[in-house]
């Protein structure tokens, strides 16, 4: 493995850029609080583990080099991302009927649902994938068995994801009084809904990298 060191620093600054997981743990955060935002980001950390064991075996190899395959991927992940933005669109019609909810109830729906978004915002982006197969070789030594070299890398990636969430929903949860004001958070959710909407129609319109 070489420049472990230069790895680490890419890793930092490709991971704090925004994308969808941020903007899914932006709102769970926001909606749910410092809880929801954990097990958002708990549920995006479990899914690089699955991408990292993955790229150790050539899944996504497979994934990436197969056309119907990553475009499978890619408009699933698009779906699902749109469905996110559109569900948050909606809950702010459905606010007032929703604040009769029970809140034990609620609670626990969204903080089962946050895990799961999570999950499955990460899990289905092929473009994941294609950061494993087309970054993580870049540090490995020529010739050499890529299986430990892509553990280590893959684990380091997740758990300096892992700590970076973690000082995020940390933040976020610190300054989100103000933020959590219902006029602020109704005009936070709605862009971030339509930041995801966005994702969502960017990862469709992505080109295979074949």
């Known amino acids: 493995m070489e420049n472990f060191y230069l790895f680490v620093l890419m890793c930092i600054l490709l991971i704090i850029l925004p994308g969808p997981d941020t903007a899914i743990i932006t709102k769970n955060t926001l909606t749910v609080g410092r809880s929801g935002g954990l097990k958002t980001a708990f549920g995006t950390c479990c899914a690089l583990l699955i991408h990292t064991s993955a790229a150790v075996l050539g899944l996504s190899a497979i994934i990436v080099k197969s056309a119907l395959l990553f475009s499978i991927f890619k408009y699933v992940g ?28 609620k609670s626990q729906f969204k903080h089962t649902s ?45 758990v300096l994801t892992a700590i970076w969430f973690l000082f995020y929903v940390s933040l976020i949860n610190q300054i989100s009084t103000f933020m959590k004001k219902p006029k602020a958070q109704n005009m936070i959710e709605g862009i971030t809904g339509t930041i995801l909407i966005g994702f969502g129609i960017k990862l469709a319109l992505e080109k295979s990298y074949n």
Do not use: H
């Open 78 to 105: 698009a779906i699902y991302l749109i469905y996110l933005g559109v569900k948050t669109l909606w809950s702010l019609r459905k606010k007032e009927a929703a604040a009769t909810m029970d809140l034990n109830t």
């Open 114 to 158: 946050c895990l799961k978004q999570g999950f499955l915002t990460n899990i289905l982006n092929p473009k994941v994938a294609v950061f494993f197969l087309t970054f993580l070789p870049q540090f490995v030594d020529s010739g050499s068995n890529a299986l430990i070299p892509f553990l280590i890398m893959g684990i380091t990636y997740t």
